[in-house]
């Protein structure tokens, strides 16, 4: 009579292995962990999980039940919404462009100027200042630069603008997955500026600080994470760091629950 092999589950992969190659796994597994993580931006690393005391479980059921729920946590996505929880970024993405509980929360948001995070450094002057000129050989307003999403106001709205760019910000916060939400950056104290350029040079360092991206291998900053993977297609030093994972099995954060036995 067949019967069926005694697994292990790997508590860093979720994957499964027999109980004569589990401790040599969980060495390699931890390194490719490692590894991957040094590929992605600073922002989106996870640290390696921790690992049970699957030595102390009273069954191999209990032990495997450990070992898949320290996995679970480290892997698997919850949607903001409706707070379903998906095997991988890629599965929780498509789920929530149909979430009716995301319909609702971006219902919540219309009506509100969508400021956040722009995708360059296009200036939105506020028309209602134009009269605000500078110096003679300056014909430009002077804007006054929102530290929370680095575009330019005049100095009668900017006030203004802050408390809606905060709260629009925050919402859109709620919509993202909860390992990539960020918090709202700090406002610098802009009142104490000698000038006016120093101040939107201080309003714009805390906006850059939030929304650029560094890659991974050459260090430069992006911005937004659109920008930071089209460079890192093509980045050398990112493809050196891929070479070193030759010769090493590809087993972190599967797309399934495939069975990976001796």
Known sequence: IFKT?????CHICGKEYGSKSIAIHEKQCAD???????????KERKDLPERPPLEKASSLKERNSWARASFEKMAMEKCPGCERTFNGKAK???????CDHIKKLKRSISGIRDCIVPGGSVSHIDLMNLNELGDDDNPFPR???CYICGREYGSKSISIHE???AEIFKKQQVL?????????????PLEKATS????????RASFEKMVMETCPGCERTFDGKMKLEKHMKGCDHVKKLKLSFYGTRDCIIPAGS???NN
């Open 5 to 9: 092999p005694k697994v292990h589950v």
């Open 32 to 42: 490719l962990f490692k590894k991957k993580q040094e590929l992605l931006p600073p």
């Open 92 to 98: 929780l993405e498509k789920h929530m462009k149909g």
């Open 143 to 145: 804007t006054r630069v």
């Open 163 to 165: 408390k809606q760019c």
């Open 176 to 188: 993202l997955p909860s390992k990539e939400r960020k918090g709202l950056p700090e406002r610098p």
């Open 196 to 203: 006016l350029k120093e101040r939107n040079s201080w309003a």
């Open 258 to 260: 495939t069975s990976h």
